[in-house]
């Protein structure tokens, strides 16, 4: 059981509203922020559980709020089922505490990727290419989330180089974390690791999260294309960075 000391409480409340504001402004990253200062301070699993209610409350938000949801479900239907199957098989790693192998491995490839599309030419996914590539990077994805509880590589590379618009790729970001964020909560619940005071406090966690996610949808919104993907790559890059250092010591 966790300990729930006022400080704790405060820090956990402050990486949500943080981790809710690069949400808001990239359209992701809420899941990489939380787990990375979270893992801190208490065990990743119970980070994990911790993100499930805030997460997938904003990531719902983030998916209807977005320009066609039904077109996007009915293209990225095979993503989503493969990042579920890939999830329940990963949560094992998770479930045994055992992520730092796969979190440096995670945050190298975030590195890489995002290092090279700032630097060189945009990767572009042809549509022919999609019936294939989506259930194997889905499971791939699946997979890492299961074992790191976070939702990033390769679906959020692999949706950017589908060359979707803005809105689209936040809503299709939206729908791959939602998907995401269920099948590892039934994962955990499956585990065991859910306990009811954690769960608690990862639905009070919604308040600061969507509060965060409200300033940075702001910001977003003022933002041109070019601008909003430089600031995407980055973040990638940060985030990817920080994941490496943190599993490296």
């Known amino acids: 059981m966790m300990d729930h000391s006022i400080w704790l409480v405060v820090a956990i409340f402050a990486t949500f509203f943080a981790a ?18 979270l893992g801190v301070l208490i065990s990743p699993l119970t980070a994990a559980s911790l993100l499930i ?41 998770l479930a045994a505490g055992d992520t730092r192998v796969t979190t440096m491995a995670l945050g190298a490839a975030l590195v890489i990727y995002a290092g090279h599309a700032l630097l060189a030419r945009q990767l572009r996914v042809p549509p022919r290419l999609e019936p294939l590539l989506s259930p194997i990077i ?53 585990h065991g690791a859910f306990r009811i005071d954690n769960l608690a406090l990862s639905t009070l966690a919604i308040v600061p999260a969507l509060a965060g996610m409200w300033a940075g949808q702001i910001i977003r919104n003022r933002v041109g294309p ?13 985030l990817g960075a920080e994941m490496v250092v943190k599993a490296a010591f």
């Open 53 to 93: 209610v805030p997460s997938f409350v904003t990531n719902v938000w983030q998916l209807l709020a977005g320009p066609n949801f039904a077109r996007l479900g009915r293209r990225l239907f095979l993503l989503a089922l493969a990042i579920t199957a890939g999830t329940f098989g990963g949560s094992y790693l």
């Open 20 to 37: 809710g504001m690069v949400k808001g402004v990239t359209g992701m990253g809420l899941p990489t922020v939380a787990m990375g200062v």
């Open 226 to 238: 070019a601008t909003f993907r430089r600031c995407f790559l980055i973040c990638l890059l940060v």
């Open 138 to 190: 889905g499971l791939i994805t699946g997979l890492l989330t299961g074992a790191t509880g976070v939702f990033v590589v390769p679906a959020v590379p692999y949706l950017q180089a589908l060359w979707l618009e803005k809105e689209e790729l936040v809503q299709a970001l939206g729908l791959s974390f939602t998907v995401s964020t269920g099948a590892l909560a039934v994962a955990l619940a499956w």
